[in-house]
Nanobody
Framework: QVHLVESGGGLVQAGGSLRLSCAAS????????MGWYRQAPGKQRDLVAT???????NYADSVKGRFTISRDNAENTVWLQMNSLKPEDTADYHC???????????????WGRGTQVTVSS
C-alpha cells in the first residue's frame, strides 16, 4: 500500500501565501512524477504543477511566476509554495504521485484526498 498525507491548506487573503506539502509512504520502490492538481466546485480537476524525479517542472499558465513546486526524493515529499494568491485560486488541491512499488516494481499512481485552499478578496 502507498499512502499520501497532505497538509497546508487554509484561508488566506488575496495577495497572501500558503505552502502545501504531500508526503508519500508505504511500499515504495521509486517515485517518478509528483504533482498538484486542483478542483473548484462544479469544475473539472486541472493541473497546477508537476515535478519529475530529475526536477523537471511543468506549470499551468495561470500559476506561472506565482507558484513553485519542489520535492525531496529522500523524504518522498512534494511541496507547493503559492504566492500572490488570487480568489480564483480557491479550490481543493490534490497531490498526485506516480511511481513503482517494492518489491514487485509494479507501477502505481495515487491521489491524495485534497486540502482546501480559500482565497478571500
Amino acid at each position: 500500500q502507498v499512502h499520501l498525507v497532505e497538509s497546508g491548506g487554509g484561508l488566506v487573503q488575496a495577495g497572501g501565501s500558503l505552502r502545501l506539502s504531500c508526503a508519500a509512504s508505504g511500499s515504495i520502490f521509486s517515485i517518478d512524477l509528483m504533482g498538484w492538481y486542483r478542483q473548484a466546485p462544479g469544475k473539472q480537476r486541472d493541473l497546477v504543477a508537476t515535478i519529475s524525479s530529475s526536477d523537471t517542472t511543468n506549470y499551468a499558465d495561470s500559476v506561472k511566476g506565482r507558484f513553485t513546486i519542489s520535492r525531496d526524493n529522500a523524504e518522498n515529499t512534494v511541496w507547493l509554495q503559492m504566492n500572490s494568491l488570487k480568489p480564483e485560486d480557491t479550490a481543493d488541491y490534490h497531490c498526485y504521485v506516480q511511481g513503482s512499488r517494492t518489491p514487485s516494481r509494479i507501477p502505481f499512481d495515487i491521489w491524495g484526498r485534497g486540502t482546501q485552499v480559500t482565497v478571500s478578496s
